[in-house]
């Protein structure tokens, strides 16, 4: 059952939109992956099978003992409604203890993946005792709650215990009487006493039992919680698949907000040939990621359409669509694995000869075979290992093998050096032959050869045209050409010289 849940869990997390992943950290979705189903395991294993073995437990040793006595039997269940009342009192708050401890450790999850994942700003900065501090102080906030749960705990235990002695004793204070008037023998009073400590028991251990299932309950909660969380991008009811695309991109009139009534783009509206370059320029927060993001149908469009070869991109199967666009990010993820793993991630299928091909075109094969194990060295996590320069052409790598019809490059070149950027240019523009790009940058030398460049500002398109049209318009364009070649008059000279 966990083995199933747990499965289940990480292919929803799979199919969620990214606006569900801008809300929640990664480390307290790791937590419920991982610890919330540890919980909730131990209600299958300590608390379900216990309760259906006491729970037959207690109908036998009714059945037998109203058999025996039934005045005695039901003065031994006289205690029985004040152990219905302190489990409906209690449980709500151990459950809400138990969730608020979940959630705790979700928390010192994500800080402490958040932590890890940042050491070398951390120690940089000599940050470890503010660390330190703030992760003793998480910790100390759990341990508080634990202690809360545990009063809570042993209360009902407690209270369970004393209840279990007050009907005992109870059953021995009015059977002494009946033996005394000879309405019932010693041995039957033994006998009676003997079976209703196997009532009173299972009653007790379902003070225990209990806090497993109220603990199991919350992190069930919490689990269930992400599986109540729909995909904001979903496919129609019969979606559009293509092998093969030719293209041809549009926007018509498209808005779009991240938060409700807060439009990041207004009216964006071009269109793209097959095959041609499209350069998207404008200042941080203009809206040129937005675009790309919307282009892969991570987010649907609030107002117009995007269509590719004439269809709209809600009309495709997601998978589809995605399968026909290659993504190169300022920011290079690679996975832990071998070099081969992370290009193979571009076409599983690929042949040595396919991946050997697909680097040399991207100029990563001469570097992998310089490195001890080739193709088989551990990039370490998130690529660690590799250069900026080594790490954005293994990314080029595995996108040539994808081979797609459509490609954005998101401030591919930015973090690079000279020499590094140059062998990358390269292969970028091996890589953009025959294919529709999106060339997203704010260093202006890399787009001047686009054969349009768009000028984003504030969500809209304020200029459109070539890189020599825009120059004469002297509109906005030319004004960041001037801010960042500091100063006009050479400055064709030395667009020319990038171009």
Not at 26 to 38: E, F, K, Q, T, Y
Not at 427 to 444: D, E
Not at 454 to 459: D, K
């Amino acid at each position: 059952m966990m083995f199933d849940l747990r499965h289940a869990l990480f292919n929803h997390l799979q199919r969620l939109s990214l606006r569900f992943y801008d809300q929640e950290r990664a480390g307290s979705i790791i937590s419920r992956v991982m610890n919330d189903i540890g919980v909730a395991q131990q209600m299958v294993s300590g608390g379900v099978i216990n309760v259906i073995m006491d729970t037959a437990m207690i109908t036998a040793v009714l059945y037998i003992t109203f058999r025996l006595n039934v005045t005695l039997t039901l003065v031994a269940l006289t205690v029985m409604p004040f152990y219905v009342l302190t489990y409906r009192n209690l449980n709500p708050k151990i459950r809400s203890a138990s969730r608020r401890i979940q959630e705790k450790l979700a928390q010192i999850s994500g800080d402490l993946f958040e932590t890890v994942s940042a050491i070398a700003v951390v120690q940089s900065f000599t940050r470890e005792k503010s660390e330190e501090k703030s992760f003793v102080s998480q910790i100390h906030k759990h341990y508080d709650r634990v202690m809360r749960q545990v009063v809570l705990r042993n209360s009902l235990s407690s209270i369970s215990q004393c209840l279990s002695r007050l009907g005992t004793a109870l059953i021995l204070l009015y059977g002494g009487r009946l033996v005394l008037q000879r309405q019932l023998t010693m041995g039957e009073l033994v006998a009676f006493y003997t079976y209703v400590a196997q009532l009173y028991a299972p009653v007790v251990r379902f003070s225990e039992v209990n806090d497993v299932v109220q603990t199991a309950i919350a992190a069930i909660d919490r689990i269930f919680e992400l599986f109540d969380e729909a995909p904001d991008v979903q496919d129609v009811r019969k979606p559009v698949r293509r092998h093969r695309i030719r293209g041809e991109v549009e926007f018509r009139n498209v808005t779009f907000e991240y938060t409700p009534g807060i439009p990041v783009l207004h009216d964006v509206d071009f269109r793209v040939e097959p095959g041609r370059m499209v350069a998207l320029v404008g200042h941080s927060g203009s809206g040129k990621s937005t675009i790309a993001n919307l282009l892969l149908r991570f987010y649907d469009v609030a107002q117009g359409q995007i269509l590719i070869d004439g269809i709209d991109v809600r009309n495709y199967a997601i998978k589809s669509l995605r399968q026909q666009i290659g993504l190169v990010l300022q920011e290079t993820i690679l996975f832990s694995g071998s070099l081969r793993e992370n290009i193979e991630y571009g076409r599983l299928n690929a042949t040595d000869e396919d991946i050997a091909a697909a680097a040399k075109a991207a100029n990563a094969h001469d570097f992998v075979l310089e490195l001890e194990d080739g193709y088989e060295t551990e990039v370490g996590e998130r690529g660690v290992k590799l250069s900026g320069g080594q790490k954005q052409r293994v990314a080029i790598t595995r996108v040539m093998l994808k081979n797609p019809r459509i490609l954005v490059l998101d401030e591919a070149t930015s973090a690079l050096d000279s020499e590094s950027e140059n062998l990358v240019q390269e292969a970028l523009f091996r890589l953009m032959q025959g294919r529709t790009t999106f060339v997203i940058a704010h260093r202006l030398s890399t787009v001047t050869a686009a054969d349009e460049i768009l000028v984003i500002g504030n969500g809209r398109v304020i200029e459109r045209g070539t890189h020599e049209e825009l120059l004469e318009n002297g509109g906005y364009y030319r004004h960041i050409c001037e801010e960042q070649f500091k100063g006009i008059a050479p400055l064709a000279d030395r667009m020319t010289a990038g171009s």
